[in-house]
């Protein structure tokens, strides 16, 4: 097994709260892996309990193989970069970076020390700030002096809470890439917190999305995008439009559907994660960017999944893009996404425009009706 | 209302000016001041009684400012791990520690401390061995330091309590996360944080040591403190003699009390920097 941390059944309560419920996860050597979620999901309690700041209250988290629930965060083998950096403000630069170095016994000697402090503001960017005051540097090089104060250590794992969220926007964006190479440089273990998806799904190989407390789903990237495994998750996961209706019957390679509103869809039932029953209530969801919209009814691909009209009633110019919100009698409100330039060569539609809209069922997925009595957001 | 503050600024600060010009009277009179001169000061500073309740109040002061920076600073840290409604009360009790009068601390630590006494001393007597002289528990330089750390204490937790406050819980954690052990963390990351205001509590307590005299009057025993022999002298009339003695404790007090508040900002200033 080369799984570097795990959690084995992990649960945390403080009093009546549930702040992490029965997680189950291996995390592989060398994985840039985020945690994604909404405040109170659970996503900080679980980073936490990796760096022996909570112990679980159940199960067993595990580093390198062996339970450390009894281990005092000061002998864990990880390191933390803290969301407001927690830098000590009584110490200059280099201090701060030799700090952990310094309490090892036997101690390196300080040639040593003074050296890789050196080494690690170098491979920061930060040459030459060593005898700073912490206090006068910018945001951004506060982050790195404190990435460089945990990677010095070498940890088995460096744990990275919500590193990103005191930058700005311009910022982030620099240090979001520049953290993902100094990843791939250091081949250290990266768990990251995070609550911005986009952030999390940039940077990461593999992504757990955390919901009150459990693991809503774990995989790449794309594979959140393209196959999430319930209604939280694509709604969590880039923006997506959810329809609710029923199975009315299972076939062998197709699934008839029928919405709420009374239109009947077909779907190919390969495309479903879940074992469906009839009579089950699902909620299909489709991604904007999957919508066809089209002046002509010509243009609408035969083997849609569902055709219809409707009216556009607002338009967001994303550059290359658009975003239309168009809104229908019977399916309500959804979003759509085209780009300026489309295969069809349209101009772009006007608001008030009523226009076919279809998608095609390869583009549809069904998931549980987890959400129905939460607004739809997206 | 300017004038209001006037007089108000006028009533605080005239009778202590009054006494510092008196202090330089050349005459020996307190009421009619006839040509200055520092005689007095000269005076006060060769009096044996005077320089003997001097360095009495001063090895009081010392030792209780030892004694309340140390115990009150580990008050406040426990205070500070505590949690729930217990803290809220412990805190309460801080704060009305110190709004107690002095008189009533002097009185409730003498009961205390008579009532003690009159159990051991008997208890100590029957104890001994027959031909020695049994100790004798009695007032003195102890039960005036006891009463006096009891009353500063207070004062050294609110301070350090502050600050502690002020401080980013997370450079404990991140500490700890750099594999210093809690009592490394303690002293290389917790002490430099709070000492500003262990140092200040230091010199508060100090200066309230010095100063006191209710609470020194009811148990200092046969020890005399400099404010209860200014005032055992007062009842002799008030002679320059008192006022140099006077103007010297002000100037002391208040150059204490001015470096103990640049402590405090200073801890203040290191707080915001974070």
């Known amino acids: 097994m080369t799984s570097v941390a795990a959690f084995r059944n992990v649960s945390k309560r403080y009093g009546e709260i549930t702040a992490a419920r029965n997680l189950n996860l291996d995390v592989a050597s060398g994985e840039f892996l985020s945690f994604l979620g909404p405040s109170g999901c659970g996503k900080t309690t679980s980073l936490r309990m990796i760096a022996g700041f909570e112990q679980p209250s159940e199960g067993e988290v595990f580093l390198e193989g062996i339970c450390v629930n009894d281990v005092p965060a000061y002998s864990r083998p990880v390191n933390m970069v803290f969301q407001h950096y927690a830098l000590f403000p009584h110490l200059n630069v280099e201090s701060n970076v030799a700090y952990g170095l310094k309490q090892r016994s036997p101690k390196p000697p300080t040639g040593e020390i003074h050296n890789r402090v050196h080494e690690m503001l170098e491979l920061v960017q930060l040459t030459g700030y060593s005898l700073r005051q912490t206090w006068e540097l910018s945001g951004g090089q506060q982050q790195r002096v404190a990435l460089a104060r945990a990677l010095i250590n070498k940890p088995k794992v460096l744990l990275l809470d919500e590193p990103l969220a005191a930058l700005d926007r311009k910022l982030r964006r620099e240090m979001q890439i520049e953290l993902q190479n100094l990843q791939r440089n250091v081949g250290i273990t990266f768990i990251l917190v995070t609550h911005d998806q986009e952030e999390a799904l940039s940077m990461s190989d593999r992504v757990c999305i955390m919901r009150e407390g459990e693991i809503a789903q774990v995989g790449s990237p794309l594979d959140l995008y393209d196959r999430p495994r319930n209604q939280y998750v694509a709604d969590f996961v880039g923006k997506s439009n959810f329809f609710y209706g029923v199975i009315e019957q299972v076939r062998t390679w197709k699934v008839d559907i029928r919405l709420d509103c009374g239109i009947p869809v077909v779907l190919n039932s390969s495309r479903s994660f879940n074992s469906h029953k009839n009579g089950d209530k699902i909620c299909i969801s489709v991604r904007p960017e999957q919508l066809v919209l089209a002046r002509d009814e010509s243009n609408i691909p035969e083997d849609s999944a569902i055709k219809s009209t409707a009216r556009i009633m607002n338009r967001i110019f994303l550059g290359e893009q658009i975003e239309y919100l168009l809104c229908d009698e019977r399916l309500g409100e959804f979003l759509a996404l085209s780009s300026r330039h489309n295969e069809l060569n349209e101009k772009p539609f006007e608001t008030n425009e009523v226009v076919f809209v279809a998608w095609s069922r390869d583009a549809t997925l069904i998931l549980d009706d987890d959400e129905r009595d939460k607004p739809n957001v997206s | ?274």
Request: no cysteine; net charge positive.
């Open chain 2, 1 to 274: 209302m300017r004038i209001y503050a006037t007089v108000v600024y006028l009533f605080l600060y005239v009778p202590i000016g009054l006494i510092v010009l008196f202090s330089f009277n050349a005459g020996r009179h307190a009421s009619e001041l006839r040509g200055l001169s520092i005689q007095w000061y000269g005076k006060a500073l060769s009096n044996p009684f005077a320089g003997d309740a001097f360095f009495t109040s001063l090895e009081i002061a010392f030792i209780v400012a030892i004694l309340s920076s140390l115990m009150g600073t580990a008050a406040a840290l426990a205070l500070q791990s505590m949690k729930g409604p217990l803290r809220v009360i412990l805190d309460g009790l801080i704060y009305i520690s110190i709004m107690i009068p002095g008189i009533v601390i002097g009185i409730a630590t003498l009961v205390a401390l008579v009532t003690v006494f009159d159990f051991f001393n008997p208890l100590l007597a029957t104890l001994w061995p027959e031909g020695y002289t049994p100790p004798k528990l009695h007032m003195g330089y102890a039960s005036v330091i006891a009463a006096h750390t009891l009353f500063t204490m207070s004062l050294v937790i609110i301070i350090v309590r502050a600050r502690i406050a002020g401080m980013d819980r997370a450079l404990i954690e991140a500490s700890m996360d750099l594999y210093a052990s809690p009592w490394r963390t303690f002293y290389q990351v917790t002490l430099p944080q709070i000492y500003p205001a262990i140092l200040a509590g230091f010199l508060l307590s100090f200066t309230f040591s010095f100063d006191d005299f209710i609470i020194s009057f009811f148990v200092a025993g046969p020890n005399t403190t400099l404010p209860v022999y200014i005032f055992a002298s007062i009842r002799r009339g008030i002679t320059p003699e008192v006022n140099a003695i006077g103007t010297m404790v002000l100037a002391g007090s208040l150059s204490l009390l001015i470096v103990a508040q640049f402590f405090m900002r200073d801890g203040r200033r290191r707080a915001k920097v974070n």
